[in-house]
């Protein structure tokens, strides 16, 4: 099944660090979205965009939606012990079709 | 509120069996999409319903079907399982009002083994 090319594949950072991440795709999409997800558990919406050039922050996530409309960035500042986790960038092409292509997924770890 | 409630967490089953998955999505959620979720695939589409319909469709075989209830509940069947269909599935709801804010919510998911 398709997949889109996100990187780094993982990272191993100190707290404090921040990080940045990428999502890139042969096709558009209208919306991009993030997520983290944990051990066992389902993935979590951290951000979601929807226009073209939208940069969007929830508190030390920034996600910035290409102007291509075929890439996703998503940065963290300042990580801490609780970033630790996998994160999913997400693509949806149409407004009322609620497919969503995932990436492959950025593991981040923390070092002590 | 509520989130989306997968049950049950998780299974065991026997190749050759078959095994119905459920989904409580948000209340007012008319939407649910399930996904696939593997170490080698990562996370697949495999269906959403919308008031009953399915909508959308992924690339899986037949034996995987689903449905979605009046109350917005949807249940997914995999039929004759194979090793192969080892994975968290995930069920997640939404609501389809086009541009802006909406909720697309995933569940805890349910994590089947075949042996």
């Known amino acids: 099944g398709q997949q889109l090319n996100q990187s780094p594949q993982s990272m191993f950072i100190q707290e404090g660090e921040d990080v940045s991440m990428n999502c890139t795709s042969s096709s558009i999409f209208n919306t991009w979205l993030w997520y983290k997800q944990d051990p066992g558990e389902g993935p979590v919406l951290l951000i979601a965009?929807?226009?073209?050039?939208e940069l969007t922050s929830n508190g030390r996530l920034t996600a910035q939606f290409g102007i291509t409309r075929k890439d996703s960035f998503l940065n963290i500042s300042a990580s801490i012990p609780s970033d630790v986790g996998i994160y999913f960038c997400?693509?949806?092409?149409?407004?009322?079709?609620?497919?969503?292509?995932f990436g492959t997924g950025t593991r981040l770890t923390i070092i002590p | 509120k509520a989130g989306v409630t997968q049950t049950p967490r998780y299974l065991i089953k026997t190749r050759g069996q078959q095994v119905t998955l459920s989904c409580s999505p948000i209340?007012?959620?008319?939407?649910v999409s399930w996904y696939q979720q593997t170490p080698g695939q990562g996370l697949q589409f495999l269906f959403e319903?919308?008031?009953?319909?399915?909508?959308n469709k992924g690339n899986f075989p037949g034996r995987f079907s689903g449905r979605q209830f009046s109350n917005s509940r949807s249940e997914m069947n995999v039929s004759t399982l194979e090793l192969g269909d080892s994975a968290l599935y995930l069920c997640?709801?939404?609501?389809?009002?086009?541009?802006?804010?909406?909720?697309?919510?995933f569940g805890s998911g349910t994590r089947l083994t075949v042996v």
């Open positions: 965009l929807y226009k073209a050039g």
């Open positions: 319903y919308f008031s009953e319909t399915q909508r």
């Open positions: 997640a709801s939404s609501q389809s009002l086009g541009r802006g804010n909406y909720g697309y919510t």
């Open positions: 997400a693509g949806r092409y149409d407004f009322g079709n609620e497919k969503l292509t």
């Open positions: 209340s007012g959620h008319r939407s």
